[in-house]
């Protein structure tokens, strides 16, 4: 069997398997957070963390299907590895940059939520005072 054939098969087993992972532990583990940023609204954190683990998916998987791609021609062992590194890096720094991203916008999401619960409602008055008459 051709050995850059072989490096698509362990890059895809590696990479994809990778990226179950990660959605699996994002979204278990991010539910809470979500919760937290949706004021407790528990059906619309559910349906926010699906849509955040397909969007996840979606995007990972596109990209791991357009990396697969390599140029050069495998022809022994080392070359195996070599490019199974070098696929695979790109993929984890891809899988790293999407879950920032994902945290950082749901902080930033969090944050103006918590800046309106603390804010205080408007007062009204109590009285008024009627300026007085120069003259």
């Not at 590194?85 to 984890?92: A, F, K, T, Y």
């Not at 879950?99 to 902080?107: E, I, K, P, R």
Request: no cysteine.
């Amino acid at each position: 069997m051709d050995l850059t054939v072989v490096s698509y098969a362990i890059y895809l087993a590696v990479s994809i398997g990778l990226t179950v992972w990660v959605a699996r532990t994002l979204s278990r583990n991010g539910r809470v957070f979500l919760g937290d940023v949706l004021h407790g609204n528990e059906k619309l954190a559910d349906a926010v963390n699906h849509l955040l683990v397909v969007g996840f998916y979606l995007v990972n998987l596109g990209f791991i299907a357009l990396y697969l791609r390599d140029d050069g021609t495998i022809t022994d062992t080392r070359g195996v590895f070599e490019a199974l590194s070098r696929q695979l890096g790109v993929v984890l720094l891809v899988l790293g940059l999407m879950h920032l991203g994902n945290v950082f916008a749901l902080n930033k999401i969090r944050r103006r939520g918590l800046l309106e619960r603390e804010q205080n409602p408007p007062v009204l008055p109590q009285a008024y005072t009627y300026p007085q008459a120069q003259g």
